[in-house]
C-alpha cells in the first residue's frame, strides 16, 4: 500500500523558515519522481517544486525560487521542502505526489500539511 506522509507544516511569521518532510513507503522510493504542491485558499493547486528520481534536477515555481529547495534522501525514502523567506502568500496546504511507472503511470498524493504564514 502506497503511502506519503507529510509533516512539518505550521503557523510561523513572515521571514521565517519552515521544512516539510514526505515519508514515502509501499513503493520503490528512488525510482519516483517526488514534486510539492499548494493550493491556497481560493486559488488552483500549483505546482511548486519537482525533483527528479535521481535527485540530479530539480524545477521551481517562479514564485519561489531562490527561496525554497527541494531535496530527497533515497535511503531514508523522504523528500523534504526547506522554505525560507517565507511570506502570506506562501499559504496554503502542502501536498506531497509521486509519479512513477511501471507497466503503467501511477501517480500518488500524501494528505497534505498546512502552511499559514502570519504575523
Known amino acids: 500500500q502506497v503511502q506519503l506522509v507529510e509533516s512539518g507544516g505550521g503557523l510561523v511569521q513572515p521571514g521565517g523558515s519552515l521544512r516539510l518532510s514526505c515519508a514515502a513507503s509501499?513503493?520503490?522510493?528512488?525510482?519516483?519522481?517526488m514534486n510539492w504542491y499548494r493550493k491556497a485558499p481560493g486559488k488552483e493547486r500549483e505546482l511548486v517544486a519537482a525533483?527528479?528520481?535521481?535527485?540530479?534536477?530539480?524545477n521551481y515555481a517562479d514564485s519561489v525560487k531562490g527561496r525554497f529547495t527541494i531535496s530527497r534522501d533515497n535511503v531514508k525514502n523522504t523528500v523534504y521542502l526547506q522554505m525560507n523567506s517565507l511570506q502570506p502568500e506562501d499559504t496554503g496546504v502542502y501536498y506531497c505526489?509521486?509519479?512513477?511507472?511501471?507497466?503503467?503511470?501511477?501517480?500518488?498524493w500524501g494528505q497534505g500539511t498546512q502552511v499559514t504564514v502570519s504575523s
Open positions: 525533483i527528479t528520481s535521481s535527485g540530479d534536477t530539480t
Open positions: 509501499g513503493f520503490t522510493f528512488s525510482t519516483a519522481g
Open positions: 505526489n509521486a509519479v512513477f511507472r511501471l507497466n503503467r503511470r501511477y501517480e500518488y
